[in-house]
């Protein structure tokens, strides 16, 4: 679904920058790592206690493995991008997001200046608070929809965006903090924002926006975030409202398989978006989130909350 994404996660990635995938919020997923359970205390006091121990629990894996259903948390140490480089330009007052869709280009003087052809925000502003860190929000209709501080480190070599999503009017605001890897450097003169950079890592992001439950019928798939953003889809592609989605953009879902569902986004008549959600024998369910308007994929996976 289009977390905020572009809202194509603030879940998986915040969209700091203005709508490109790797800022773009399905951060998907800021994941947080999902816990590992020990299972202490079972020592080996009797064979005929340990294997009924194991049947059950092998049955019970079988029988939860076998259903999409249920609420679903992320692992953020399984979140993996492949894209081309943010590249951004910082330079005599004026910023540039040159891998923005479509690119953005404004005055960096922290007040708020008209963006055009973008879904989820008509606003934005950026401003420069020192030689290595800027501040940029974005509004939509008047309403501020999100907010970033972008802060380079004193290596110039790593890029860290703390950002707040507030996309979705009377939700709880989602928040966290990603990191990305220089790639290239900015002109002669430029800010150190300025260049190109890959993603890193998610460093941080609160569990709401990182949590999602599926549950498919015969003919629908239902999903639900507690991010405010919710739909009820019939599996025949027909694309149905996101409820809480600012944009008004929709879904359509498509079953794959019995434990396969790919899920197509809309905004603003284009789409946006394509998620394909797999329960894997393992009882992990595998999300691919890609952007066809620049190629990007992000993959990461889920375990039962």
Not at 14 to 42: K, Y
Not at 96 to 110: E, M, Q, R, T
Not at 173 to 198: I, M
């Given at each position: 679904?289009?977390?905020?994404?572009?809202?194509?996660?603030?879940?998986?990635?915040?969209?700091?920058?203005?709508?490109?995938?790797?800022?773009?919020?399905?951060?998907?997923?800021?994941?947080?790592?999902?816990?590992?359970?020990?299972?202490?205390?079972?020592?080996?006091?009797?064979?005929?206690t340990n294997e009924t121990s194991v049947t059950t629990n092998t049955t019970t894996a079988t029988a939860t493995a076998g259903s999409i259903d249920g609420t679903w948390k992320g692992d953020v140490n399984s979140v993996k991008f492949e894209q081309k480089p943010d590249e951004f330009l910082l330079q005599n007052g004026k910023y540039?997001?040159?891998?923005?869709?479509?690119?953005?280009?404004?005055?960096?003087?922290?007040a708020y200046h008209a963006v055009a052809n973008h879904a989820y925000y008509d606003e934005e502003s950026v401003k420069v608070v020192d030689d290595k860190t800027v501040q940029q929000s974005t509004?939509?209709?008047?309403?501020?929809?999100?907010?970033?501080?972008?802060?380079?480190?004193?290596?110039?070599?790593?890029?860290?965006?703390?950002?707040?999503?507030?996309?979705?009017?009377?939700?709880?605001?989602?928040?966290?903090?990603?990191?990305?890897?220089?790639?290239?450097?900015?002109?002669?003169?430029?800010?150190?924002?300025?260049?190109?950079?890959?993603?890193?890592?998610?460093?941080?992001?609160?569990?709401?926006?990182?949590?999602?439950?599926?549950?498919?019928?015969?003919?629908?798939?239902?999903?639900?975030?507690?991010?405010?953003?919710?739909?009820?889809?019939?599996?025949?592609?027909?694309?149905?409202?996101?409820?809480?989605?600012?944009?008004?953009?929709?879904?359509?879902?498509?079953?794959?398989?019995?434990?396969?569902?790919?899920?197509?986004?809309?905004?603003?008549?284009?789409?946006?978006?394509?998620?394909?959600?797999?329960?894997?024998?393992?009882?992990?369910?595998?999300?691919?989130?890609?952007?066809?308007?620049?190629?990007?994929?992000?993959?990461?996976?889920?375990?039962?909350?």
């Open positions: 679904m289009v977390n905020s994404y572009d809202r194509s996660a603030y879940v998986l990635k915040p969209a700091c920058q203005g709508g490109r995938s790797s800022m773009n919020r399905s951060i998907v997923l800021g994941l947080a790592t999902v816990s590992i359970i020990a299972l202490a205390g079972c020592k080996e006091n009797s064979a005929t540039d997001c040159k891998s923005c869709i479509p690119p953005v280009s404004l005055a960096a003087d922290g509004k939509l209709k008047g309403r501020e929809t999100g907010n970033s501080t972008l802060k380079v480190s004193p290596d110039g070599k790593t890029l860290t965006i703390d950002w707040t999503d507030m996309s979705v009017a009377n939700a709880k605001p989602n928040k966290g903090s990603f990191e990305e890897t220089r790639v290239a450097s900015g002109p002669a003169g430029s800010h150190a924002l300025s260049g190109s950079w890959t993603p890193a890592k998610i460093a941080s992001v609160n569990q709401e926006a990182i949590t999602l439950t599926l549950n498919a019928d015969a003919d629908m798939l239902h999903l639900s975030s507690p991010t405010g953003t919710s739909y009820d889809a019939k599996l025949d592609g027909t694309p149905s409202p996101i409820k809480g989605d600012p944009a008004g953009a929709t879904a359509s879902v498509k079953k794959l398989s019995d434990n396969s569902y790919q899920e197509t986004d809309t905004a603003g008549g284009k789409v946006v978006n394509v998620t394909t959600f797999t329960l894997g024998a393992d009882g992990k369910l595998t999300i691919v989130s890609q952007d066809p308007r620049n190629g990007s994929k992000t993959t990461w996976t889920a375990d039962r909350s």
